[in-house]
């Protein structure tokens, strides 16, 4: 798993230049269809980019999307009119049978598809019009690290080939390519995470907590978490934890705060401040020296960000930390117990 | 809270009866105009409601459905193009801004807009086109019991007057006219949940599983218990569990199951053998002997509820059990600490 993490600059290198020309011929015949709507499939680390993916498509493209529930399908046999969509499975393994189910009957209907795959000769590459390779070379590690930064690289291709509608989209080739450098920036924190996380030895359960972009990172370390340490982590949207789940923060709860700058920080000192009320712990990983001070453990990003990519650099360091905990609680974070690589589910 | 758990069948009943007029209106001009596309916009448990509401629309007519993203409009002033879309804004109190103004952004738009709200006065019944009532009477208790079945109520209603593509959609009507006397029948389960709940004094975290249109149930279960038993409780979709956070369940974990007949069942007894093989605390909420066999505190619901109808029945129990760990941890239901009725965020 560590060594993954680290090849994921090299990766996403590849994985952005590699799909160039595929990137080029699935926008221009985006342009060509009068697509209204985005569908996204996948499941686990695969749906939290697909996460990502919605807020970048909504934000900067205009095009709503709907992020499938595998169920309607798989339980019900059901499927909704997608005819005029571009709809994207998403899948390392190309095997997941509910998303190269949910691609093939979008595609009958008529609809755009997109097959994200790190596997060529995959069913999902196969049922899909549309392929993006992911070139993150083969992932052996359970939990998936380097092809969820690569789907995410391939997904900020794709959005970025397309008319920008916002500000956030401005220059954002530009700001890709410079991505791969500041992943390895992320990557000097290790040991800095790796002291901090001590602390957190014999913490059981906590919460991440980021807003916008980056809910898919806390999404995405939550589930690192839980994967590699066997910590019940729950991720949330800081709206999203104000209504309801924060009366259960005790004096002690840990909560994890991914803060990248950007639009959401003003919010996220809020919601600092209402977990510093409660005496949460606070683990928080950013630049912001605001929320920094306000933080148990405050994890400083030496660096600047740009906004639209941070989730980019920022999941490296929530991977470093799901590592850091695996180790400390004695937990072989390559053979999580229960866990197989491809995981059958409809 | 109990006592408004009480009030659910009449409240439901009326909710059904005092709407049907403007639904048919809504259900004309849904025809009228070619809605291709719902989005739908809460927080809370209003989202849990929404998660429903996204089942229902995708398998029952069809539509496919977006569940909308707070921060895109609030954080990064952005909307997707929603203009041939029915518009839908979930608030109890009509107060909830995001909601709002999500709502008065798509009706810019020229989207179909529907209101759902228990105060015909709010700023929610002024933003939006259509409008349904709650009719839930005041709610007083800061977690939402009544809202949550009214706002099903109100859903349920919209899709059963759409045209179905889809047998769960068949007799969907009359269906809804038996609910208020089920939800009444589950109201009488009280008794045997507040023992079987003993067990859980000292949880002090759970997972609460379901699959397909019970996970929304299982969400809003699971935010019941979080905000008046402070207990970490995490909404699972079955599928999602295996695809991760399965590694943290351990010898005694507790894990609430949600398991009313239908497509899914078979899939439960599935996860509730894996379960089983971790030696997982396994409570179960169901009318399958298989599935109550296997586990450690069944709840057996003693009669049969159509599938497609189960959320509005089995949330009461639900509701129950949240009610019930509450006074066992010696926590005021109807006062959980650091929350009000009205959440405020954008």
Redesign the interface.
């Known amino acids: 798993m560590l060594q993954e993490i680290h090849q994921q600059p090299e990766a996403v290198r590849r994985t952005l230049e590699e799909n160039a020309g595929r990137v080029r011929d699935l926008c221009a015949e985006v342009a060509r269809r009068d697509v209204?709507?985005v569908?996204i499939a996948g499941?686990?680390?695969s749906?939290n980019a697909a996460v990502l993916g919605?807020?970048l498509?909504?934000?900067?493209t205009?095009?709503?999307?709907?992020?499938s529930?595998?169920?309607?399908l798989t339980?019900?046999?059901?499927?909704?009119?997608?005819d005029?969509?571009l709809a994207i499975g998403i899948s390392q393994s190309g095997q997941a049978q509910?998303v190269v189910e949910a691609i093939q009957r979008s595609r009958e209907m008529g609809a755009l598809t997109l097959g994200i795959t790190n596997d060529p000769d995959s069913e999902l590459a196969r049922a899909a019009e549309h392929v993006f390779l992911l070139h993150a070379g083969p992932e052996r590690s359970v939990a998936a690290t380097k092809t969820y930064t690569c789907t995410l690289a391939a997904l900020y291709s794709l959005v970025a080939g397309l008319p920008a509608?916002?500000p956030?989209g401005e220059g954002l080739v530009e700001k890709l390519t410079a991505m791969p450098d500041q992943m390895g920036d992320m990557l000097e924190m290790a040991p800095e995470i790796a002291r901090g996380m001590e602390r957190y030895r014999y913490m059981?359960?906590c919460v991440v907590v980021a807003?916008?972009l980056n809910?898919a990172t806390a999404f995405e370390t939550a589930?690192k978490m839980?994967?590699?340490g066997?910590?019940?982590?729950?991720g949330y949207?800081?709206?999203?934890l104000?209504?309801?789940?924060?009366?259960?923060?005790?004096p002690g709860s840990a909560c994890f705060l991914v803060a990248p700058p950007g639009?959401?920080l003003p919010?996220l000192r809020e919601t600092a401040r209402a977990l510093g009320e409660?005496q949460a712990e606070q683990v928080t990983l950013s630049s912001d020296p605001e929320l920094l001070a306000l933080a148990t453990t405050p994890l400083r990003v030496p660096f600047a960000v740009e906004e639209v990519v941070s989730p980019l650099v920022y999941i490296v360091a929530g991977q470093l930390i799901a590592h850091s905990l695996a180790l400390l609680r004695h937990h072989d974070p390559d053979h999580?117990?229960?866990?197989q690589k491809v995981?059958r589910?409809?």
């Open positions: 209204r709507l569908t499941r686990g680390t749906d919605r807020y498509f909504e934000i900067i205009g095009i709503p999307v709907s992020l529930a595998g169920s309607v339980m019900y046999g059901a499927w909704p009119r997608v005029s969509a509910e509608v916002h956030l059981d359960e807003r916008g809910l589930l839980s994967e590699t066997y910590i019940v982590a729950r949207s800081a709206a999203d104000m209504h309801g789940p924060i009366a259960s923060v005790e639009a959401v919010g409660r999580p117990r229960g866990l995981t589910t409809r």
